[in-house]
């Protein structure tokens, strides 16, 4: 029998906002945003940086108003910065803090575009181009690149949001993706 590679032991508030993110994912949005404010309310404005890195970052996903998945989205991108790679490693030891910012600045250009925000959407579209070599050649780095190059056509195009789902809609291990379907973090979006 092979040996399976040790990780770090199990985050019960990590484990409770990948439930709640598999409720969102499942289509029950609104007991999604009601659990994941719960969860905020308990975490804190200044609790653990991982946690409300995370759960910011999928909360801007539950919200109808794209001023609110916004401001979500700058909770996650602040939190983020908080974050080290040491406390990263506590929960996933394969992570690192600069693999979050390619996605967590693709969702801030794709709020921005909706709120119609073009120049703040290419300022976090190019912090997006230019975090991407933090990421893996693996279909979640893949998928990351694409939602990019999408927008950026978008942008250089007529600058206005197209029909379907946003820019950022991407799977990858932020969406379920660890070894065991565990939440690692941000990124966050499934197609």
């Excluded at 409770?16 to 975490?43: K, P």
């Excluded at 996650?76 to 967590?104: K, M, N, Q, W």
Aim: aromatic fraction near 4%; charged fraction near 30%; glycine fraction near 14%.
């Amino acid at each position: 029998m092979a040996e399976q590679q040790e990780q770090a032991a199990p985050d019960a508030m990590m484990t409770r906002i990948g439930q709640v993110i598999m409720l969102h994912h499942g289509g029950d949005r609104e007991e999604a945003r009601s659990r994941f404010l719960d969860l905020w309310a308990e975490i804190g404005e200044d609790g653990d940086a991982l946690h409300r890195c995370t759960l910011a970052h999928y909360m801007a996903d539950t919200q109808d108003d794209p001023s609110d998945e916004l401001a979500w989205d700058l909770r996650a991108l602040s939190a983020a910065e908080e974050l080290t790679d040491g406390r990263i490693a506590e929960h996933h030891e394969s992570l690192a803090v600069r693999v979050f910012y390619p996605s967590l600045h693709l969702n801030l250009a794709a709020d921005y575009v909706k709120l119609d925000r073009t120049e703040a959407a290419r300022t976090h579209l190019r912090r997006a181009r230019g975090a991407v070599g933090a990421l893996g050649d693996d279909s979640y780095g893949d998928g990351v690149r694409a939602a990019i190059g999408r927008l950026e056509l978008r942008l250089d195009g007529d600058g206005t949001p197209g029909s379907g789902e946003g820019p950022g809609s991407l799977g990858g291990p932020g969406s379920s993706g660890g070894p065991g379907g565990e939440t690692l973090g941000p990124p966050r979006r499934r197609s």
